[in-house]
């Protein structure tokens, strides 16, 4: 259940859409290199309207009295039962181009962070629902976007019990079309296959989100000694 995000060059994702979506209308122009993407942060998206721009992570429902109860992920099994997701599910859908997420194993009473990417360094494409929500006490449509999670492949499995839905790329169309059946899309919900995706041990500054810099995606082992000034924001 991805809560960190990371996303530093989406230019693989750019070249591949505007091949399938060729009226696709850039309007982020460069994204914002973040290594440590948290909930109420910014996150690229292409939505179904062939808009690529920036979203809200975290989702707000339209209906919601104010912003403080965000959903940055949405079980795939229940999509259709829970009102908070029901018609972004039918009606607003968009892809979620990413370099990779982070995710922590739970081992006795310590968390170790992970960080999982694209094994030929590409971008993951997840698949995700967005709102708009229309924030009356600073007069402003506030867009927001979440992502879909599935069962675990082999790989994550071994250090949790989900992962995001990852698209691949002759479905993006499939999943952005309107006219597609419930049905059609409920057969996306699968686990992306184990040699698609690395999955590396990374130092726990990971869990500060002010800690965002490239070394924040590099290999890390609890049996290293901690350079203290790494990491350091004084």
């Known amino acids: 259940m991805p809560g ?59 209906w919601a009295k104010d912003d403080k109860s965000i959903h940055i992920n949405a079980r795939s099994e229940s999509l259709f039962e829970k009102m908070t997701f029901r018609e972004a599910f039918k009606k607003r859908r968009c892809l979620i181009p990413l370099n990779g997420f982070y995710e922590w194993e739970k081992k006795d009473k310590e968390k170790i962070p992970y960080y999982i990417s694209e094994k030929n360094d590409k971008c993951f494409v997840l698949a995700g629902l967005w709102e708009e929500w229309f924030d009356i006490k600073n007069n402003k449509t506030v867009l927001s976007a979440c992502l879909i999670t599935t069962q675990p492949n082999d790989t994550i499995s071994k250090i949790h019990d989900r992962m995001p839905v990852i698209l691949q790329k002759n479905d993006w169309r499939k999943w952005l079309d309107v006219s597609t059946s419930i049905s059609e899309l409920n057969k996306l919900f699968v686990s992306s296959l184990d040699e698609q995706m690395k999955i590396t041990e990374v130092s726990p500054s990971v869990n500060h989100v002010k800690n965002n810099i490239p070394e924040c995606i590099e290999a890390f082992h609890a049996t290293e000694e901690k350079t203290t000034d790494l990491f350091s924001f004084d």
């Open 4 to 62: 960190r995000l990371v996303i530093y060059d989406d230019s693989s994702f750019r070249k591949e859409a505007k091949q399938i979506f060729p009226k696709v209308k850039n309007s982020i122009g460069n994204i914002s290199v973040t290594y440590n993407l948290a909930p109420t942060h910014e996150v690229p998206v292409l939505l179904d309207t062939l808009n690529y721009t920036n979203a809200q992570f975290g989702l707000i429902p339209s």
